[in-house]
């Protein structure tokens, strides 16, 4: 079993930053891929980034690209995710999650085994 909590999210005005946090225990967390999704009201969770189990490979859904950066610290077993020029539509609750197969990034989100509980990010116009 691997247990992810997040932290970082909040009410911030657009063109703002946060940091999201998602701390894990349990399992050896440099066994597994982690990925950031998000999930607004009415609407399907999605891949917002990727990185692999080294750290060395990351992957961006096109919303994210140039203004979010995902990064691990496997010592401290600890995902992130620097969000930038934060935008009203980015309001959603971002769930980090835990992948143990293959080597690269997946998106689905059916492909991830562990779930943290998400933390809620609202982006004011």
């Known amino acids: 079993q691997v247990q992810l909590i997040e932290s970082g999210g909040g009410l911030v005005q657009a063109g703002g930053s946060l940091r999201l946090s998602c701390k894990a225990s349990?399992?050896?967390?440099?066994?597994?891929?982690m990925g950031w999704f998000r999930q607004a009201p009415g609407k399907e969770r999605e891949f917002v980034a990727g990185?692999?189990?080294?750290?060395?490979?990351?992957a961006y859904a096109d919303s994210a690209k140039g203004r979010f950066t995902i990064s691990r610290d496997n010592a401290k077993t600890t995902v992130y995710l620097e969000m930038n020029s934060l935008k009203p539509e980015d309001t959603a609750v971002y769930y980090c999650?835990?992948?143990?197969?293959?080597?690269?990034?997946?998106?689905?989100?059916?492909?991830?085994?562990?779930w943290g509980q998400g933390t809620q990010v609202t982006v004011s116009s």
């Open positions: 999650a835990a992948n143990s197969g293959g080597l690269g990034i997946s998106r689905p989100p059916d492909e991830y085994e562990y």
């Open positions: 349990g399992r050896t967390f440099s066994n597994y891929a």
């Open positions: 990185i692999r189990r080294s750290g060395g490979w990351t």
